[in-house]
């Protein structure tokens, strides 16, 4: 039934055509016209009984990097704004692994991550649903200047985690990894199954349990490589980030597919908060995409004019394991 609660148009025949109706058409016409004033009626009558009774809260589920960044605040206080909601919104900034699974259980209703292969495996359990995908960017390599592992001379990103796993071997490298089932972490364990290697246990291989930022920091005091999105590592790189480099970019292995979901749990399932998700849908997917190319030109790109190019990166990447 909460579906049946979207907004949509109704689509009206010409001046003077409606008396010429059949009469079953004229009988669906007025029946459907009823049916959306009492289901505008009983929307803005239950918005108004949440109002009264104080429950204004949606829980939303974001990963680290869209925090950090500053684009979920922004999205959230232009939407409210633009759709004058006095609903609030209750942030969990996690990674992506823990932010789908506040999604999948309740805990969170709305959900924005970077991990196609884990949110695959939620959608074919039938426990979120997709609302769109409306950006992308890059994770790329980054490490000391010198780059003991030669990384930046790397033909791929397999290659350079080969090289980072020989340098670390001889005690001339360290890898700083997430260790938290983000969308980075789970790229990072990707790129290692690719390689073949396991690292796991070695004492050049350090984990940080900590977001993006907090792991960029810690890579530059040891001067060790890291795998981050580029926008985190642009949002530190003048002020904080001395002692470390973007190394290498990989199209092909790299690419980084941010998607917003609806919790599809029993706590989610009521006429208010499919409503106020599908609304914020629509204005992540139109006002949202020219609020990222103004205010996060280079560290965050909005999906339009690539939808199609970046809906087949993420089916690809769902793949990886």
């Not at 780059?147 to 790397?154: M, W, Y």
């Not at 900590?210 to 960029?216: F, I, R």
């Not at 890291?226 to 092909?252: F, P, Q």
């Not at 103004?294 to 790109?301: A, K, P, S, T, Y």
Request: proline content about 4%.
């Amino acid at each position: 039934m909460a579906k049946l609660l979207i907004p949509y148009a109704i689509l009206l025949s010409r001046q003077g055509e409606v008396s010429y109706m059949r009469p079953k058409a004229l009988y669906c016409l007025i029946l459907t016209l009823i049916t959306a004033g009492m289901l505008g009626f009983f929307i803005g009558y239950y918005y108004r009984e949440v109002n009264e009774v104080g429950v204004r809260a949606i829980s939303i589920s974001t990963t680290t990097s869209l925090y950090q960044l500053g684009v979920l605040d922004a999205f959230l206080n232009d939407f409210r704004s633009r759709n004058n909601l006095s609903i609030q919104f209750n942030v969990l900034a996690k990674g992506s692994g823990e932010a789908l699974r506040l999604l999948a259980d309740g805990s969170a209703c709305v959900g924005f991550v970077h991990a196609p292969s884990l949110e695959h495996q939620y959608l074919n359990q039938g426990r979120i649903e997709r609302l769109a995908i409306f950006a992308y960017n890059e994770f790329i390599i980054v490490g000391p200047p010198d780059d003991p592992a030669n990384v930046s001379r790397a033909p791929s990103a397999i290659e350079a985690f080969k090289r980072i796993h020989e340098a670390g071997e001889k005690g001339l490298a360290k890898f700083i990894s997430r260790g938290d089932m983000s969308g980075t972490n789970v790229r990072e364990l990707q790129l290692w199954n690719l390689t073949g290697l396991n690292p796991e246990g070695r004492p050049w291989y350090l984990k940080s349990g900590q977001g993006m930022a907090q792991t960029l920091l810690m890579a530059n005091d040891l001067k060790a490589y890291t795998l981050t999105d580029v926008g985190s590592y642009l949002n530190l790189k003048g002020s904080r980030l001395g002692n470390i480099v973007e190394l290498l970019r990989d199209y092909n292995y790299l690419i980084n597919v941010y998607s917003m979901y609806l919790s599809k749990a029993p706590s989610c399932d009521n006429p208010i908060t499919w409503y106020v998700a599908y609304k914020l849908r629509d204005y992540v997917m139109s006002e949202g995409q020219e609020l990222l190319s103004r205010r996060f030109e280079g560290l965050i790109n909005p999906v339009k004019g690539n939808e199609s190019l970046v809906e087949a990166a993420w089916r690809s990447l769902t793949k990886l394991s």
